[in-house]
């Protein structure tokens, strides 16, 4: 365990520490905002001074090439050649012979210019080097000076000299820049003079101008292609082409470059290789270019990080000075008057001892006399561990049996004694009132007993009851279940016979068909009949008439008589027969009718006997399905009475618990009268509340 020495001096340690926290926060970020206000001015003003000598650089070019204009200008020689339309020969000879001597001498007398020229407006030029031009395309496509870019550009403002964009020349693969400016003479154009300057002196001065060895700059144009860079993943690619800051790198400095390229002011910004830089870019006046410089942001709080160092180092030795001056007078103040108190409370807590020995006496009244709060508590602690003394001793009392003792209280706020008086006030009323219910329980019990019995004798005759009347509903049950077993066979059977019914009648219409058709057909017989008699009327005429012939003929017509007069036989034969079968014919017919007009009498009287049989089998069904339901209502009254059954025997089983039950309890109830009579209580005719012929636990019966 920690002592509250140490912890006391660690709080103040900490409240310490705290305010040397604020302090030191105060004074970084003020000197530290100051310090960083001087770098970013610092970088601003380096940033513009290399910006200016690059401007006055540029200019001093650009002076060069304005002031070789203006003499062009001004020679009326040069302007007759130029402005008379002599044959290419001519021309070309006295071009050469006037101007190329003076670009030669400037080229030679200029160290940064690497060529030096005039174009003129026929698409020719002339070079200081005496470099020639291929004006035919023989190499490739012709050149003329007239659709070179620094042509038109001079031609923009004729009035001044103009400066390229740096680019990669073709020949050397150097970076360079064109100077030029249209030759005026007398409000006529003659030609553009133009050179090409090598830009190592900007180069020079971009890679040098560095706050710190960490920072850097750079050179860009108004667009932010960028020229110059120390870093070669800047650099014009393989074909010269220049990158741009927008681009480069995936387009990590395109924020950057909009916000730096509107404002001269110092910007924070992560690199492509997230580390942060303040960047700060000024526009050259000549050019529109912007000369860029870049300082790692770690450069510029280095300051503040020494200062932060030196600080803490001041911090943590009044921190130390401090604590060593809080510990000590802790210690002798609160912590050794504490430990006497904390070791009773020790003893007190795991042993649950709170005696005061001779050397706790001894102790409190030394430490009693600091006249702090230190003292106070020890006094105080004192007396309370008296009253917890005084408080044990009347709970020893109550443990005994004792409820008649009175609580002394310190005070009207006492909470121990208070608490204490209550709790004896509540047990006296309590184990008074217990006594009381005790006897009435005692009673109630024997009163329940005695019911219970009769419950239980009452229940068994009752479940007897039920039983006799089960075993009469079950008999019941069983002839209904008989009965709606034969309805449902008569039921079966009417349905057969119904079956049949139904059958004998569909064949017997089937008969009278048979019947109606065998009378149609013989109406057709006869109507046969009718034309066989016919026939043998016809044949017998014709057997007469060639008898007549035969006889007319004579001798001759005897065998045809013979033979007409067997036809006439033969048909008179026929004539006979149909008669007969005609006879035959119609007694048929008439039996037939009379067949028919039996048969359909006789599907009538089945057509009755079926509806008759019908209504019989639906009679017998519902009979069927009444003595079906009966039976499953007798049944469910039968589940009925035996669940009735179940609960009266339930009952009658619950009753003899409850008397055994009743009489445990009054059993029960005379043990609890002999425990609350242990108890002396202040109400003395309360604790006597006795039945008859019982004593207190451990004493004699009165005499």
Request: some cysteine; overall charge negative.
């Amino acid at each position: 365990m920690k002592s509250i020495g140490i912890k006391l001096t660690a709080i103040m340690m900490v409240v310490v520490l705290l305010g040397i926290a604020i302090t030191v926060g105060v004074a970084v970020a003020i000197s530290g905002n100051m310090l960083v206000q001087e770098s970013l001015a610092k970088m601003h003003k380096s940033t513009l001074y290399e910006a200016m000598k690059m401007d006055e650089w540029l200019l001093e070019r650009a002076t060069v090439i304005d002031g070789m204009a203006n003499v062009l200008s001004g020679m009326d020689d040069l302007a007759d050649i130029l402005l008379t339309q002599d044959d290419n020969a001519t021309f070309e000879r006295r071009t050469e012979h006037m101007l190329r001597p003076s670009l030669k001498q400037v080229l030679e007398n200029t160290e940064d210019y690497f060529e030096l020229y005039m174009g003129f407006t026929d698409g020719s030029a002339v070079t200081g080097s005496g470099y020639q031009f291929d004006y035919e395309g023989k190499n490739g496509p012709p050149w003329y000076s007239t659709k070179r870019g620094w042509y038109q550009l001079a031609l923009t403002d004729t009035s001044k000299v103009h400066i390229t964009a740096p680019y990669v020349d073709a020949q050397t693969g150097d970076l360079c820049i064109s100077a030029v400016r249209a030759v005026v003479y007398k409000g006529t154009l003659v030609g553009v003079l133009g050179s090409d300057i090598y830009v190592t002196e900007l180069q020079n001065i971009t890679l040098s101008a560095t706050l710190d060895a960490t920072g850097y700059s750079m050179l860009t144009d108004s667009n932010g292609d960028i020229f110059i860079h120390p870093d070669k993943d800047y650099a014009p690619d393989a074909k010269g082409d220049l990158r741009n800051m927008s681009t480069v790198k995936d387009g990590a400095h395109a924020e950057m470059w909009r916000t730096i390229s509107a404002n001269t002011d110092v910007y924070k910004f992560p690199k492509a290789d997230s580390i942060d830089h303040y960047y700060n870019a000024v526009q050259l006046g000549s050019t529109g270019w912007y000369f860029i410089s870049a300082l790692p942001a770690k450069t510029v709080t280095q300051p503040i990080t020494r200062v932060i160092v030196l600080i803490i180092v001041i911090a943590v030795a009044i921190l130390v000075v401090a604590s060593l001056s809080v510990y000590v007078t802790v210690r002798r103040l609160i912590s050794k008057p504490l430990v006497a108190l904390s070791a009773f409370m020790k003893k007190a807590g795991s042993t649950g001892d709170i005696t005061l020995t001779p050397s706790d006496v001894e102790t409190i009244g030394a430490f009693s006399k600091i006249q702090d709060e230190i003292g106070e508590t020890i006094t105080n602690s004192a007396a309370f561990i008296n009253h917890i003394t005084t408080i044990a001793a009347e709970l020893e009392r109550i443990s005994n049996g004792d409820l008649t003792s009175e609580v002394k209280l310190l005070s009207s706020v006492d909470t121990i004694g208070l608490s204490l008086r209550k709790t004896l006030e509540n047990l006296n009323n309590m184990f008074s009132e217990i006594n009381n219910a005790t006897v009435q329980v005692s009673s109630g019990s024997k009163q329940i007993a005695n019911g219970s019995q009769t419950l239980a004798q009452g229940s068994t005759e009752q479940a007897s009851a039920v039983e006799h009347l089960s075993a009469s509903i079950s008999e019941i049950a069983e002839k209904t279940k008989e009965n709606a077993d034969m309805a449902g066979k008569a039921a079966a059977l009417a349905n057969a016979i119904k079956d049949n019914a139904e059958k004998g009648s569909r064949q017997m219409d089937d008969m009278t068909a048979a019947v109606k058709d065998i009378n149609a057909a013989s109406q057709s017989i006869s109507k046969v009949i009718k034309v066989i008699d016919d026939i043998a009327f016809q044949t017998n005429i014709l057997a007469l008439n060639a008898a007549v012939e035969a006889a007319r003929a004579g001798q001759h017509g005897k065998g045809f008589a013979v033979v007409a007069e067997e036809v006439r036989n033969l048909a008179s034969k026929s004539a006979e027969a149909a008669k007969d079968t005609g006879g035959m014919i119609a007694n048929s017919m008439e039996k037939a009718e009379l067949g028919s007009r039996i048969a359909g009498e006789t599907a009538t009287s089945l057509a009755e006997i079926v509806t008759g049989i019908n209504e019989s089998a639906s009679i017998v069904t519902e009979i069927a399905n009444s003595s079906e339901k009966q039976s499953q209502d007798v049944l469910q009254v039968n589940q009925g009475i035996d669940q009735v059954a179940q609960v009266i025997q339930q009952n009658s089983a619950t009753a003899e618990e409850s008397a055994a039950a009743s009489e445990e309890m009054s059993g029960q109830s005379a043990m609890l009268e002999e425990l609350v009579a242990q108890f002396k209580l202040r109400d003395s005719a309360s604790a006597n509340m006795l039945p008859a012929g019982r004593a207190p636990v451990g004493l004699p019966p009165a005499s």
